[in-house]
Nanobody
Framework: QVQLVESGGGLVQAGGSLTLSCAAS????????MAWYHQAPGKQRHLVAV???????NYADSVKGRFTISRDNAKNTVYLQMNSLKPEDTAVYYC??????????????WGQGTQVTVSS
C-alpha cells in the first residue's frame, strides 16, 4: 500500500506564491508519473501538471508560465511551485501517482487533497 501525503496549501493574496509538496511512502518498486490535479467547488477535477519518471513535463494551459512541477526521486516527492496566483486558482489540489508495485503491476494513488485559496 502506498500513501501520498500533501502539504503546503493555504490562503494567499492574488499575485502571491505557494509551494505544494507530496511525499509517497510505502512499499513499491518505483514511481512512474506524478501529477497535480485541482478541483474547484462544484466542478470536475482537472489536471494541472504532470511529470514522468524521465522528467517529461506537461502543464494545463491555464498555468503555463506560472506553475512549475518538479520531483525528487530520492525522496519520492513531487512539488508544485505556484507563482502569480489568481483567484481562479482557488481549489483543492490533489497529488496523483502511478506506482510500480513489487508484484510488477502498476497502481494509481491519490492524496487527500490540500486547499489553496487565493483572495482578490
Amino acid at each position: 500500500q502506498v500513501q501520498l501525503v500533501e502539504s503546503g496549501g493555504g490562503l494567499v493574496q492574488a499575485g502571491g506564491s505557494l509551494t505544494l509538496s507530496c511525499a509517497a511512502s510505502g512499499s513499491f518498486s518505483s514511481i512512474n508519473n506524478m501529477a497535480w490535479y485541482h478541483q474547484a467547488p462544484g466542478k470536475q477535477r482537472h489536471l494541472v501538471a504532470v511529470i514522468t519518471s524521465g522528467g517529461s513535463i506537461n502543464y494545463a494551459d491555464s498555468v503555463k508560465g506560472r506553475f512549475t512541477i518538479s520531483r525528487d526521486n530520492a525522496k519520492n516527492t513531487v512539488y508544485l511551485q505556484m507563482n502569480s496566483l489568481k483567484p481562479e486558482d482557488t481549489a483543492v489540489y490533489y497529488c496523483y501517482s502511478i506506482v510500480l508495485a513489487r508484484d510488477g503491476r502498476t497502481y494509481q494513488y491519490w492524496g487527500q487533497g490540500t486547499q489553496v485559496t487565493v483572495s482578490s
